[in-house]
């Protein structure tokens, strides 16, 4: 049940980014959110007690859950290399090569796992406690060392990349790299309590429920602060320009109940009921522009001119955007200029 929080976070994360990977099926940078989404939540299903004497069963080799699951773990932290790596960007070719090294690396490792099981001796299935029972077993023994080893290193990368990226970048951004940071520490939370439980076996101790009890519980906390970490900026990202043409839309809504219908022509073309905000922002504007097109004429244009200067002396914008004040058919500030006058009242009148 430990395990469902995460499996469930990954999947619609997952669902969110696929409609855009099915539109941009080679964007390096979906391919990476695609990859990560998919080792991790496989490392959640198999890595359940459930699962991993379900696969056993099935393949009809003791314990040959372990090698999978640890090679999952391994592609998992591969693929969050390879995601900072795409998300961070850089010169072509640079990134090219590193990615290269870093999938070939990770690729070696999990080959490395399931040839040291082969060589190794598991006769005895452990659905719990796998990694302190063959602690002692050769060839196993370095399977459990080598992938907690990657899975450690990994962990310190990451924390450290995500942690000096962090303190380069502002927003949304930044918090998902901080929430990043916070997983991965979590990550190495788990392989310390793994490190020494298999540390107190070699030495004769049993410290096995640092592995069996306390090391879960830190892997299941970090993913959900991983994949926020990971999906927040994305997803923000996603809906930043919709919101803001949204805002702008309400924004615009009090002068164009108050200029859009002076015109005598009607739109060019009906917006649909269900159309893009960012189609009925153009239509608004639209209205607005050829409302004060039609009341131009009764502009005062000192009093235009006037009202604009002071408009960019409050907002600190000078230089060139002044230059445009005495120029143009008054469609912008003339209007302000106009409801500063008493223009509302004008308006009425031209209207009757």
């Known amino acids: 049940m430990n395990f469902c929080l995460p499996v469930a976070l990954g999947v619609l994360v997952g669902l969110l980014r696929l409609p855009a990977l099915l539109r941009n099926p080679r964007d390096p940078l979906l391919r990476s959110v695609g990859a990560l989404l998919l080792t991790a939540v496989g490392v959640f299903v198999f890595a359940a007690v459930p699962m991993i004497a379900k696969v056993n069963e099935v393949t009809d080799v003791p314990n040959f859950a372990a090698p999978l699951v640890y090679s999952l773990l391994t592609a998992c932290a591969g693929s969050g290399l390879v995601l900072v790596i795409n998300w961070r960007g850089g010169r072509p070719g640079h990134i090219r090569r590193a990615k290269r090294w870093c999938i070939g690396a990770y690729c070696a490792v999990c080959a490395a796992l399931f040839a040291l099981f082969a060589l190794g001796s598991a006769p005895v299935e452990r659905l719990r406690d796998f ?33 000096r990226w962090l303190r380069e970048v502002s927003g ?31 030495a004769g101790l049993d410290w096995d429920y640092l592995s069996t009890d ?7 906390a970090s993913a959900p602060f991983i994949a926020f970490g990971f999906g927040l900026p994305l997803v923000v990202q996603r809906f930043r320009g919709p919101w803001r043409e949204w805002v702008h839309y309400r924004q615009l809504g009090p002068l164009s109940h108050l200029v859009g219908g002076l015109s005598d022509g009607t739109p060019a073309v009906s917006v649909p009921l269900l159309a893009p905000v960012g189609v009925r922002c153009l239509q608004r504007e639209s209205a607005i522009h050829d409302g004060l097109l039609t009341l131009n004429p009764y502009f005062d ?9 002071a408009a960019l002396a409050a907002t600190g914008r000078v230089g060139s955007s002044a230059s445009g004040s005495g120029s143009g058919d008054g469609s912008g500030s003339g209007a302000f200029a106009l409801s500063l006058s008493g223009g509302s009242d004008s308006i009425r009148s031209f209207r009757a």
């Open 131 to 163: 990694d302190t029972y063959y602690a002692g077993t050769a060839y196993i023994r370095e399977m459990i060392v080598l992938y907690l080893l990657v899975h450690t290193v990994s962990a310190l990368l990451m924390s450290f990349l995500c942690w």
């Open 172 to 202: 949304e951004l930044r918090v998902g790299l901080a929430l990043i940071v916070v997983g991965y520490s979590l990550s190495v939370c788990f392989d310390v309590c793994k490190f020494t439980a298999i540390g107190a076996r070699w």
């Open 214 to 220: 306390l090391a879960r519980p830190f892997g299941t």
């Open 301 to 309: 244009l000192g009093l235009r001119a006037r009202v604009h200067a």
